[in-house]
Structures are given as structure tokens and as C-alpha cells.
């Protein structure tokens, strides 16, 4: 969550290439590339953790409790999307017009479709993700267009664009089928966590390092799992940059083999006692919607006030998609603008998420499974 900040205040904080094009390696530079690279970490990591999350509640329900779980909250997590956090991301009411199928959406979706795959035994849901995830890629030669008047079903399952629906224009950000794999992924991995200590730390070891090698194997030969091939550039900076610049709207094989498989060696490394610094890092982890759902507002109101002060002027943070920002503007430095509201929000928030983490380890009340 806190990484998924750092990429948000980047959105309300940022001029020019920084927010338009950060992993342009003609445009941009490694700093501003690893800025935007870095928080890729967040969706796939977050998506299978909540993969986890759901076997966590399938240990005091019923298969069809966890399933109306599943279901409602996807429904909520869609519902939200297109309402509160559709209107914290613009504040303009605009926005009802333009709908964004975002990373809640793709959730909710990913929830609706667990809510089904619950139903199966364990081996066919493998089966599942694996033709998720490594099919996919397959398909990307083929476009919207092939699909005539069904082009909009192509755009919410594997292609990022503008569905029309009448005068509202839906923007998918998000198309939504791998996400489902990625949840049904983490969902198998669960009963590891509940192994003892050494087992599981060997396992998400062995798991993270084959994920990430293949990963590597796959991107240095350009072998598939990924539309976008990287090459040598001029200069080594670049050379870098290509190779690491991997595709998520989809995400491709390779980029939910390499952050996936990184998070799972974090996971064994860090599956031990940890000093009184990870502290507020696991308040953050125990309440990740509540932190979610206000950072965007505060990090908004942030980057309102800071462009009036500068040029009494925030037009760009109030248009539906943010930016770009006009000509000329320039805060004087690149980054440090983003920086610092990362760091304000995320200190902001560290009490408030504190008290709310506290509050759901003291009650038990339906709706706070919502939040």
C-alpha cells in the first residue's frame, strides 16, 4: 500500500513526462523510470495476496458463505469504483460520464469470479489460473476489431481502450481477465501459509526464485509472455530501461511471473520476528481499503493546492483523465514534489489506519469485512 502511494501522489504531484510518459525511455530518465517501475510491485502483489486473504475466510465458512462473501464484496469494490473513488480521482461530477474500469474493478471482477471458482476442487482451479496466465499473451495479436459490435467484451477482457455507451465513454484502464488468475493464484497458495514456519519459508522461496528466473529466461530471449520485446539501446541506462519496461495493461506473463515471484522471496525472507519499524507497515497491510479509499482525496486536495500556489492555476487535476499538464509548467525540481506528499500522506494516515486496524481486531461486525 505504501508503494501504491508513492505512484498516486506521483498522478497529483508531477509535470510533463513525469506523469505523461515515466517509462519512455526516449522521454524519460532512470529516475523517473524506476519512480513509475517500482510501484508495479502494488496491483499483482496486492490482487494474490487477496487471493490469500480469501482462503484466510474460507476457514470459518461454508463454501457458499464464502462465496456470497466473495460476491458482495466484488460488487462493493465495482460500486465504489464508479462512485466514491470515481469522484475522489476527478472531483468533478463529470465523471459519471466517463467511468474509469480500474484497479477496484478488475478486484471486484477477480472477486465475482472466485465466487464461482470457490465451488471447484483445488486442482481444477489450477488449471484455471495456469491457462490464465500463461495463455493470455496468446491472444494478443488479436484486436478489438475482429470482434465487431462485441469489440467492447475484447476491451474489458484483454485490451486497454474507450467502450461508448450512448454519451458515456468508459475507459478500461484495467481489462480484467488475468486479474482473475492472479486472485485465483494467490488463493491456492494459501494453505502454504498456514504450514509451519520453515516449511512455508522453503516454499515461497523455491516458488518466488523459479517465478522469477522464468521471468528472466523469458524476457532476455523475448520468448513469449510479453507484446512489448526489449532490445539493446545506445547507451546502457536505456538498455535497461527496455529490458525492465514490461506490460501491464494487461499484465503480461512476464511481468506478473517477475513481480509475483519477487514478492513471494520478500515473503520467506521476511516471514520471521520483525522489529518495532514494521510496525506501521502491518497497520497499513492489516486496513489496505481504508488506507486506499482516503489517501487518493488527501493526495488530490494536496496537489490542487500546490499547483494554485505555483500558478494559480490546477485545471489539468480536475479533467477527465488527469493531465496533461500545460506547457512550461514546471515545479523546478522533477521528483521531489512526488516525494514529499508520498511521505506527508503516508504519515497522515499512519494513525487513522492505526485506529481502524485496532477497531477491526476488537469487533467483529459484518461490514467491516467491507473495509
Not at 469470479?113 to 489450477?126: A, D, E, F, R, T
Amino acid at each position: 500500500m505504501v508503494i501504491m502511494a508513492l505512484d498516486h501522489s506521483r498522478d497529483f504531484f508531477s509535470l510533463g513526462v513525469v506523469l505523461s510518459a515515466p517509462t519512455d525511455i526516449y522521454l524519460s530518465n532512470m529516475e523517473i523510470f524506476l519512480t513509475r517501475w517500482i510501484t508495479h510491485f502494488a496491483a499483482p502483489v496486492f490482487i494474490f495476496l487477496a487471493g490469500i486473504g480469501l482462503f484466510f475466510a474460507s476457514g470459518r465458512r461454508s463454501k457458499s458463505e464464502l462465496a456470497y462473501l466473495a460476491f458482495t464484496r466484488g460488487i462493493w469494490l465495482i460500486f465504489l469504483e464508479l462512485t466514491v473513488v470515481g469522484y475522489f480521482w476527478t472531483f468533478s461530477t463529470d465523471f459519471y460520464y466517463n467511468p474509469k474500469v480500474a484497479v477496484l474493478f478488475a478486484i471486484g471482477v477477480a472477486m465475482i469470479g472466485m465466487s464461482l471458482l470457490v465451488y471447484l476442487p483445488k486442482w481444477l482451479i489450477g488449471i484455471i489460473a495456469v491457462v490464465i496466465l500463461v495463455g493470455h499473451n496468446a491472444a494478443d495479436a488479436l484486436t478489438p476489431a475482429l470482434f465487431g459490435d462485441y469489440a467492447w467484451m475484447w476491451y474489458l477482457a484483454h485490451v486497454p481502450g474507450l467502450i461508448h455507451v450512448g454519451e458515456i465513454e468508459v475507459r478500461v484502464v484495467y481489462p480484467l481477465v488475468p486479474w482473475i488468475g492472479v486472485m485465483a493464484l494467490g488463493y491456492l497458495f494459501g494453505p502454504v501459509t498456514k504450514m509451519l514456519r520453515i516449511q512455508r519459508k522453503k516454499i515461497f522461496l523455491l516458488w518466488g526464485l523459479a517465478f522469477f528466473l522464468l521471468s528472466l529466461v523469458l524476457r532476455w530471449n523475448n520468448i513469449y509472455g510479453d507484446a512489448r520485446v526489449w532490445s539493446m539501446q545506445d547507451t546502457l541506462e536505456h538498455s535497461i530501461m527496455s529490458f525492465l519496461d514490461f506490460t501491464k495493461y494487461p499484465p503480461s506473463l512476464i511481468f506478473l511471473l517477475f513481480f509475483i515471484g519477487f514478492a513471494m522471496i520478500l515473503m520467506s525472507l521476511f516471514d520471521k520476528s520483525l522489529g518495532a519499524w514494521s510496525q506501521p507497515f502491518k497497520n497499513f497491510g492489516q486496513v489496505p481499503f481504508f488506507f486506499y479509499i482516503f489517501h487518493i482525496p488527501i493526495l488530490h486536495i494536496g496537489g490542487i493546492v500546490l499547483a494554485l500556489v505555483v500558478f494559480n492555476d490546477a485545471t489539468w487535476l480536475t479533467q477527465i483523465p488527469i493531465g496533461p499538464t500545460p506547457e512550461g509548467y514546471s515545479y523546478g525540481f522533477d521528483l521531489l514534489p512526488t516525494y514529499i506528499a508520498w511521505v506527508v500522506v503516508v504519515v497522515m494516515l499512519y494513525l487513522p489506519s492505526k485506529w481502524f486496524a485496532e477497531l477491526k481486531s476488537r469487533r467483529k461486525d459484518w461490514w467491516l469485512s467491507y473495509f
